[in-house]
């Protein structure tokens, strides 16, 4: 068996040794943290996605070691693989946050704010891409495109107003389907998502297509304005499903379990696909093995007073001195305010330095 | 010098009979005898370059081509000619189709592609007709199908018609489509050369770099490389729409001065109706709008030629490109503004809705654009414009978005005092729906103007 050539990659400065054909995003998102670009349209698990929406442009400041020559755009990191000593500029370079700002603009551009009757907010990753990189105003001023409604299923809501064509749900159908029914329609602006003659999708598989949705889009009808997602708690359990892992999600009220969804790592990426029968009947908490509270980064909104790994500051002032801490000045000696002889009414402001003089 | 067009005006040329009186088909027989790498390398030797619009070295594009064992390789030929302004491949194909089939076979050949597609935009139904007329002749004399001239070599020509989309005119979208999905480029890399039609090794050529094979093929690589001038070697042809006397189609060799080609008599004949030339799109709608003093000239002071290189000369910020050889000529009654906002409603119209920067941008450059012409534009939506034109470009998946870019840019970098004219004078400008005259070429002023 040979072993995998390692390439090195310098992305803002930080070296990372990655497998080759490794993307550019991929090398940054095993260092974490800033430096990883955003991404609305990619999907590690989802083959062919990507390269869509252009929030995760990185500019590559050297194309490797042995053609150090810059490339001429902007590139999308998640379709671009790393060469060996490639330099990868993200948060460094002034073009591609430019660049990031414009594409978010074009993105919040035709999308509806209607995040308080949107069961997706709290888990929006445009939410959260517009809080990091867009404008606090718009400059656009014109209608915002609309669409004919159009009906899914009993199971899966579509508000096409609010989609930004990431084409994940129709990478999902495809790869998770025997048949895909949806795909998008007509082109440019007024592209669509939407199926043939007006079919519903009722794929045992296609429940998926809610959770690979980075907008809402695509939201669960058997949820549908029942709870916000920050009121309720997540919970990791499982069940022994026939079809599928059984490895979920609940998110609950008390005992009530509201939604059941996919487990979802620090990227927003489902962890293992899940099928309809978990997702949409298995709504008790009897069906299921609760295994615990799951993990929810500090920042999102879902972990709102949860104070996870806040540590107390210690207690230092004893250790320096080992006693209690005396009062350097009594204020309260010195303020007219506590002097009784004085009328409150007659002191002109707060204590001045020619106050203590006297004293 | 006319090459393509030498028998253009044959009566009869369309059919086979006639075309091979007149020296049809040698090329293919000249062909067989050498080897696909000594094609190439002729190919290589003139220098010719891409006509569709990018103009990259047909030779270079054609070594690329990998050659992995037992996979079938593939030659398409785009006449996916949807560029506003480029009719030029039209022509080529409506009156001598088999021009176009004898560079295919020399062309499959050379890269061993034993099926061959030729994709046409659908609005040239007619003409896809006239291809398989002409395919179907070729077949019947033995220049198609098995065992071509006892050289062994098979190759069959397909016609697959487009459903009229301008996106399927770039390679991928148009790869997509030929497979008989949804016409949206691929993310680039793998490059058809590697990965193409059905992911196998795939060149995509334009109908005249096609065409341009048979001369090079018959007079030798080096004799082809020694017409034009520079970089900018053979000959091109041109279609040219607008304010001109005898708008049509033209063949030059490159080495004429843009002047020659607008105002003498052996081409475009000069402006007509005693106006005088404002402005020109001297490469198909989407490279920039030049006004007539940098048209002429360029920024240093030179003469300007009808060369891929002088047309470039200066970059963006004083010059234009050969692009598509889309001619479009302004005279001094032309709005440029109602000019660029047709072009960002093309453009907003034809973008495939794949990456957001295009999508979105198209359409609200469009609507500002609008909202100017009929006079209701703010001057901030001038810096708008060119702000919104700045983070489209070089930002999409594919060209598209850079095509929607440069027109308004350079509309706006060489005609900002027209926009502001349109804001401050609404109604005027709208009532007169031209612009401002004061662009106008000063030296050409026709006689008795």
Do not use: F, M, V
């Given at each position: 068996m040979s072993e995998q050539p390692k390439f090195k990659v310098t992305i803002d400065n930080i070296t990372v040794e990655v497998p080759a054909g490794t993307t550019i995003l991929n090398a940054a998102r095993m260092i974490g943290g800033d430096v990883t670009p955003p991404a609305m349209?990619?999907?590690?698990?989802?083959?062919?996605?990507?390269?869509?929406?252009?929030?995760?442009l990185v500019e590559v400041s050297k194309g490797s070691e042995k053609d150090p020559r810059p490339m001429p755009k902007l590139v999308a990191s998640c379709r671009t693989t790393v060469m060996d000593g490639m330099e990868v500029k993200n948060i460094t370079s002034e073009k591609v946050l430019d660049a990031r700002k414009g594409v978010v603009e074009f993105l919040l551009m035709n999308h509806p704010l209607d995040c308080p009757v949107?069961?997706?907010?709290?888990?929006?990753h445009l939410q959260d891409l517009s809080y990091e990189h867009g404008a606090a105003t718009t400059r656009y001023e014109f209608d915002r495109r609309t669409f004919e409604k159009e009906d899914l299923g009993d199971y899966i809501s579509l508000h096409m107003t609010r989609c930004i064509l990431c084409y994940r749900c129709v990478y999902t159908a495809e790869q998770?389907?025997?048949?895909?029914?949806h795909g998008v329609l007509d082109r440019g602006d007024h592209a669509s998502i939407s199926t043939l003659l007006g079919k519903s999708l009722d794929n045992e598989f296609i429940g998926n297509v809610i959770d690979v949705c980075p907008v809402g889009a695509l939201t669960d009808k058997t949820f549908r304005f029942k709870n916000r997602v920050w009121f309720t708690k997540p919970v990791d359990a499982h069940r022994d499903c026939p079809t599928c892992s059984g490895k979920v999600r609940l998110w609950m009220r008390g005992d009530e379990v509201f939604r059941v969804t996919a487990r979802k790592d620090q990227w927003g990426e489902v962890e293992e696909w899940i099928c309809n029968d978990c997702r949409f009947h298995k709504k008790e908490t009897k069906d299921w093995v609760i295994e615990g509270p799951s993990k929810i980064s500090r920042h999102s909104v879902i972990s709102q007073g949860h104070y996870v790994g806040v540590k107390k500051a210690p207690v230092l002032i004893d250790k320096v001195i080992g006693k209690d801490p005396k009062l350097l000045m009594d204020i309260h000696s010195i303020s007219d305010v506590n002097r009784p002889e004085v009328e409150l009414s007659k002191i002109a402001g707060p204590a001045h330095s020619d106050d203590f003089k006297n004293e | 010098m006319k090459l393509l067009l030498e028998h253009a005006h044959v009566e009869g040329i369309r059919y086979y009979d006639t075309y091979r009186k007149h020296g049809g088909y040698r090329s293919v027989e000249k062909a067989f005898k050498m080897t696909p790498e000594e094609i190439v390398e002729e190919v290589k030797k003139s220098g010719l370059r891409g006509r569709g619009g990018a103009g990259f070295p047909t030779g270079m594009k054609w070594s690329f081509l990998a050659k992995p064992e037992g996979v079938p390789r593939h030659l398409v030929c785009n006449a996916d000619e949807s560029e506003p302004g480029t009719f030029k491949d039209r022509y080529l194909m409506e009156f001598i189709p088999h021009l176009l089939i004898e560079g295919l076979i020399v062309s499959s050949f050379a890269l061993g592609s034993n099926m061959t597609y030729i994709y046409i935009r659908g609005e040239y139904a007619w003409i896809v007709d006239i291809l398989e007329q002409a395919i179907a002749e070729a077949k019947n004399n033995g220049w198609l199908g098995k065992n071509i001239l006892n050289s062994g070599f098979d190759c069959e020509i397909y016609v697959q018609r487009g459903g009229g989309a301008y996106i399927c005119g770039e390679e991928t979208a148009l790869i997509e489509s030929l497979e008989g999905k949804r016409g949206n480029p691929r993310i680039k890399p793998p490059f058809p050369a590697i990965q193409g039609v059905w992911m196998r090794p795939t060149v995509v050529n334009n109908v005249e770099t096609l065409a341009a094979v048979v001369p090079i093929i018959n007079n030798g690589g080096e004799a082809y490389a020694s017409i034009g001038v520079g970089k900018s070697t053979g000959t091109k042809l041109l279609s040219v729409c607008g304010n001109v006397k005898k708008p049509g189609i033209y063949e030059i060799d490159m080495t004429q001065s843009v002047e020659e080609f607008i105002f003498s008599d052996e081409y475009c004949g000069g402006i007509p109706n005693g106006k005088r030339l404002k402005a020109c799109i001297p490469g198909g709608s989407s490279v920039p709008i030049l006004p007539a003093n940098l048209l002429l000239k360029t920024a240093k002071g030179e003469t300007r030629t009808m060369s891929y290189e002088s047309l470039s000369d200066g970059g963006f910020a004083s010059g234009s490109m050969m692009g598509s050889g889309g001619f479009i000529v302004f005279d001094e009654d032309q709005c440029v503004v109602r000019h660029t906002m047709t072009l960002a409603r093309f453009y907003n119209h034809e973008s495939c809705g794949q990456c957001s920067p295009c999508r979105e941008g198209t359409g609200w450059m469009y609507k500002i654009l609008k909202n100017i012409e009929y006079g209701k534009g703010k001057m901030s939506d001038i810096d708008l414009l060119w702000d919104i034109q700045r983070k489209i470009e070089g930002n999409t998946i594919c060209p598209l978005g850079d095509a929607a870019a440069w027109p308004v840019a350079a509309a706006i970098r060489h005609f900002r005092d027209e926009f502001e004219w349109h804001i401050t004078n609404a109604d005027e400008a709208q009532n007169r729906n031209y612009g401002l005259?004061?662009?106008?070429?000063?030296?050409?002023v026709p006689a008795g103007a």
């Open positions: 349209c990619y999907y590690s698990k989802l083959e062919g996605s990507g390269g869509k929406c252009r929030t995760c949107c069961d997706q907010a709290g888990e929006c998770l389907t025997n048949q895909r029914e | 005259a004061h662009y106008a070429d000063p030296i050409h």
